[in-house]
């Protein structure tokens, strides 16, 4: 039973129906103006509603838009590993490369314009390729 007052049946099952009707545990502490741990008690056999986001956003969305747009970026040095991971779990073709001791993010198959494109933004000439 929780501390300090008990349950009736009446809102133990109102709790337990709103999880049923995929509502979050925050939802029903608002409705219910109970506290948080009283409806994590009584829910815990219940599945928890996913509240996350199934894909990409914010800032790793802007990157793959320019990465569409320009054929590639240069990533900021912070977290760049961590952009790089989650862009290829959703986008398997995109892959890094070095050039010039610089990190690129590019589509593999546009890495002929990525290349030249990068360059060029650089003022590096193209020797070979």
């Known amino acids: 039973m929780t501390q300090g007052k008990l349950l009736s049946k009446d809102i133990v099952a109102k709790i337990r ?6 509502k979050s545990k925050y939802q029903i502490t608002t409705e219910l103006n109970l506290d948080s741990s009283t ?3 009584w829910t815990r ?4 509603r996913c509240c996350g986001w199934p894909g990409i956003r914010g800032r790793t969305l802007d990157l793959f838009q320019e990465i569409v747009t320009k054929w ?3 990533p900021k040095k912070e977290h760049a590993h ?9 986008f398997p073709t ?9 990190q690129i993010f590019l589509k593999k198959e546009k890495e002929d314009v990525a290349v030249r494109a990068f360059l060029e933004n650089t003022k590096k000439k193209i020797t070979s390729h």
């Open 94 to 102: 995109i892959y890094r490369e070095t050039i010039c001791n610089r």
């Open 39 to 41: 409806i994590y008690r």
């Open 17 to 22: 129906k709103g999880m049923l009707e995929d």
């Open 72 to 74: 590639f970026i240069v």
């Open 45 to 48: 056999d219940l599945p928890s």
């Open 82 to 90: 961590q952009k790089f991971l989650l862009l290829r779990k959703y």
